[in-house]
């Protein structure tokens, strides 16, 4: 391995600034292109990834074990970045799943009312009545533009709760229309 890759690895984990700034200097095209590969460049993004790609740079090179010679520091180095990024990457990935279900279930309502008018929802006595006074308040306020959450407030549910009336609403809506 190249002496001045060897010695600065050895400063930085000695606790030395300046030879982390070098090195990240060494290693920016490398951070760049996997942050550019794994989120792209929206630039909202671009700068945390960044830092989080020098953060794992950072933990390469103090996990680093100089003495070995079957691996390199740059590939070390670069399985470490994508490994912490690709981790970040589902992470993300994952809490807007959890969002998800909520998005699905008020796009698909939303499409069911367009077909079926809130004037006719509320004059079908069939559909009225298939529904519980729990679906009721629910499709009202869902109606009249309110989110889950506010709904969920109004009624002292869970968003949870209410995403599953509207799911059992838009189910009966569907049989019924």
């Known amino acids: 391995m190249e002496k001045r890759l060897v010695k600065l690895i050895e400063d930085v ?11 990240c200097e060494d290693f920016s095209p490398l951070m760049k292109s996997q942050v550019l590969k794994l989120f792209g460049d929206n ?16 933990n390469a090179v103090v996990t680093f074990d100089t003495s070995q010679d079957k691996v ?13 990024l690709i981790s970040i990457k589902r992470k993300e990935k994952k809490n807007n799943k959890k969002s998800a279900p909520y998005e699905d279930a008020e796009k698909q309502l939303r499409e069911t009312g367009r077909r079926a008018s809130r004037e006719k929802l509320e004059d079908n006595e069939k559909v009225i009545s298939e529904l519980s006074s729990y679906e009721k308040s629910v499709l009202m306020l869902y109606l009249n533009g309110h989110s889950y959450r506010e709904i969920g407030l109004a009624l002292d549910k869970s968003e949870k709760s209410v995403d599953n009336a509207l799911y059992r609403i838009k189910s009966k809506l569907k ?3």
């Open 13 to 23: 984990k000695g606790g030395s600034d300046l030879a982390f700034s070098e090195l």
């Open 175 to 177: 049989k019924l229309i």
């Open 43 to 58: 630039p909202s993004e671009y700068d945390d990834r960044l830092q989080d790609a020098a953060m794992a740079l950072y």
């Open 72 to 84: 390199t520091f740059g590939l070390y180095a670069k399985i470490c970045i994508r490994n912490r």
